[in-house]
Every structure is written in structure tokens, then in C-alpha cells.
């Protein structure tokens, strides 16, 4: 049987937290969403349908904007959306993802881990090389950027192994170390004790 491929949302959820892999996964329990969920689904269809999606000044000479991208990967496992590929010549390209915000800590490595995920599929799908991943805020705001190097690719393809493992051993992992995700989380007080709330 054909492997599962994964999702830029298993990939996040796993890095909020494994035991919501566990759950979905492994018991098949698929989460319903939380009012966060609907509200962040909400706001990115808003903005994918309804908002004129500006791109900033330093991306003016990439003339070739393509939104909504299915790019996947069955080496990697991994399929998803880029929200957004710009090409200025065969070999310079952007890879952006939207977010409603920018925290002001930095880019989030989850956010990181999916752009970079993304990254990889599309250049095996031929999109050329992508030397940064980009995350811009939905209000048109400036974008930030990390770079997409080796570290950082290893680390993305790794996590997908993670992930493989945990489903594939169906081992029940250690929860988040953050109690504050358990908050907005629905296996909270129905499958799982949580983390301290
Ligand atoms: S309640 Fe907390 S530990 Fe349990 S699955 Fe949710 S986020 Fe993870």
C-alpha cells in the first residue's frame, strides 16, 4: 500500500504538539476545530478570496507570481500549498507563506519547518533553487525572511521522519512542554490530562 503522504497540517500540529499526531493519526479521533481554528480559517480564506494580495517593494522585478501552489514530494512524504512561488529568472525565486501576523519574537520554527518543506518539493518539481523562505503578514506589512540552508533542510526533512515514526511505531509520545498550547487544544479533558492547566 501507498504511503500516507503528510500535510503542512500534521507538520504543525506535530510541532505544537505529538500527541495530537497521536490522536489523528494513530486513534483516527480527528480533531474538531477550536473557535482559533475557525477564526485563523476564517481570516486566511478572507484573504485568499476577498483581499487584494499586495507583495512588497523588493519583489516588484519578480514578475511571475503563482498563488496556491500544490507542490509535493513523494521522496520527502510531504504534499501542501504554497501560498505563493515568484520567479525572476530560471534560478531566483521566492517561496512565501501568509500568516495574519508576524510574532515579534521572529518567525515561528514550525512556520519555518513548513516553508522550508515547501521549498524542497517545489525544487524537485522544478521551480529552480530557493535560497530563503519567506513569511509575509496577510496586511501587506514587510515580510520576513530566514535562510533555507542545509541545517534547516535537514531539519525539515527530519521532522517528517519524526512523524512517520511516531505513527508508524504508534508509541504514545510525551505531550507539548508548553502548557499554555494545551489551552486551545480539544483533547484536552477528553483524551488527554494535558500539561499543567
Ligand atoms: S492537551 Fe496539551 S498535551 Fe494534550 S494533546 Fe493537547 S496540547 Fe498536547
Not at 500516507?4 to 480527528?30: G, H, S, W
Not at 530560471?90 to 507563506?97: F, L, N, P, S, T
Not at 504508534?170 to 479533558?189: H, K, L
Amino acid at each position: 500500500m501507498e504511503k500516507e503522504m503528510l500535510t503542512a497540517r500534521d507538520v504543525l500540529n506535530y510541532l505544537y504538539c505529538p500527541r495530537i499526531i497521536f490522536y489523528e493519526k494513530v486513534l483516527r479521533q480527528r480533531q474538531y476545530e477550536t473557535y482559533k481554528q475557525i477564526r485563523g480559517e476564517k481570516s486566511h480564506y478572507f484573504f485568499k478570496t476577498q483581499a487584494k494580495r499586495k507583495t512588497c517593494d523588493e519583489w516588484k522585478e519578480f514578475l511571475v507570481r503563482l498563488f496556491e501552489v500544490t507542490v509535493k514530494s513523494s521522496r520527502i512524504g510531504f504534499w501542501t500549498k504554497a501560498d505563493l512561488i515568484m520567479k525572476k529568472s530560471a534560478d531566483e525565486g521566492r517561496i512565501v507563506q501568509f500568516k495574519p501576523s508576524i510574532p515579534s519574537f521572529g518567525i515561528p520554527f514550525a512556520w519555518k519547518v513548513q516553508v522550508c518543506l515547501e521549498a524542497l518539493c517545489a525544487e524537485e518539481m522544478g521551480f529552480g533553487k530557493f535560497s530563503e523562505g519567506y513569511i509575509a503578514p496577510y496586511n501587506g506589512g514587510k515580510p520576513e525572511c530566514f535562510e533555507l540552508d542545509e541545517g534547516m533542510r535537514k531539519t525539515a526533512t527530519e521532522t517528517i521522519k519524526k512523524v512517520e515514526k511516531l505513527i508508524k511505531d504508534e508509541n504514545f509520545p510525551e505531550g507539548t512542554m508548553y502548557s499554555a498550547r494545551c489551552r486551545d487544544c480539544m483533547y484536552r479533558g477528553r483524551m488527554c490530562e494535558g500539561r499543567g492547566w
